[in-house]
């Protein structure tokens, strides 16, 4: 997959690599490949603006933590912050 852009005022082209045991064609693979990294792109943001990885709750705590986390994400998205 090739990338275009610009980072810091500079534009930039890169090409991705990715291997994988399923049977696809690329245009098929592609869907799939943003879906994971838009995915891991939210993860992303929970760990390193909240620290959700260093946390340990147990229990019920986890869960109701990460639900008032992705509130308070959600939140902000909507007030455009």
Known sequence: MNATGSCDGKPFQATHHFLTSLRTTPEALLPLVRERWSIEGWHWIRDTQMHEDAHRYRGNGAGA???LRTAALNLL???AF
């Open 65 to 67: 933590m990460a639900a």
């Open 77 to 79: 998205r909507l007030a």
